[in-house]
């Protein structure tokens, strides 16, 4: 079955630059979430789109932005990146919503130096 | 005091044993439960889900949950050294259209020899 597919897998960068993380969702899913889990902790919900609509936001920096595109796909964009960021991010998605069971895609291990 | 309450471990439990995980609640608003399993490094892969009261099961896998009591439990039956991750306990509440899953900090589950 397919799955939730993110790009790129690994992303080194500098601090102060930008980065775009993509997430592709399972087919026929209309719900994506973003989360962030840093080492040792628990994965913490950034943000989510229902239909292309921002649904919720939890604690995602203003430095953060995302979007659902007309295909459904989201990106993640990541600006003044600081060394606190490195963390990897997972994209999740389902279908319909609310109730419905997430699935999560492999991850972006994300480096700032 | 975390949403999420779990032990954090590790739990030990022999080849073939019963391995009981638990995880409490703080918001009696929460409709919907999920377990999932992370192995280091990699992206939680949901097992079971439940919303109603009472025992489901599922293969070697049973979900139970008391929403008096606020609390959910994983019981893995015949474990295996494959068993061996972190199973975290994710609880929704419907806010909007997507829910967003608030997980508590996982227990890490070793099946030994």
């Known amino acids: 079955a397919a799955g939730v597919i993110q790009s790129p897998r690994h992303l080194i960068k500098e601090k102060r630059e930008t980065a775009t993380l993509k997430c592709y969702p399972i087919?026929?899913?209309?719900?994506v979430y973003w989360y962030q889990q840093g080492p040792g902790q628990d994965p913490q919900f950034l943000i989510s789109f229902y239909e292309k609509m921002q649904s919720d936001k939890g604690s995602i920096p203003d430095r953060f932005s995302a979007q659902q595109f007309s295909d459904y796909h989201s990106e993640l964009n990541m600006s003044s990146l600081e060394l606190g960021d490195s963390a990897l991010y997972f994209c999740?998605?389902?279908?319909?919503?609310?109730?419905?069971?997430?699935?999560f895609g492999p991850g972006t291990r994300l480096t700032v130096l | 005091q975390k949403e999420v309450e779990q032990n954090s471990g590790p739990l030990s439990v022999p080849e073939g044993a019963i391995a009981s995980l638990n995880c409490t609640y703080s918001d009696r608003g929460s409709q919907s439960f999920f377990w999932y399993r992370q192995y280091s490094g990699k992206s939680p892969e949901l097992i079971m889900f439940?919303?109603?009261?009472g025992d489901k099961e599922d293969g070697r896998f049973t979900a139970q949950l008391n929403k008096a009591s606020q609390y959910v439990s994983l019981l893995i039956r015949d474990s295996q050294p494959s068993d061996s991750a972190t199973y975290l306990c994710?609880?929704?509440?419907?806010?909007?259209?997507?829910?967003?899953?608030?997980f508590g900090t996982g227990t890490r589950l070793q099946v030994t020899l």
């Open positions: 439940i919303y109603s009261n």
């Open positions: 087919p026929r899913h209309d719900t």
């Open positions: 999740a998605s389902s279908f319909g919503g609310r109730f419905n069971e997430q699935f």
């Open positions: 994710a609880v929704t509440n419907y806010t909007g259209t997507a829910s967003k899953l608030t």
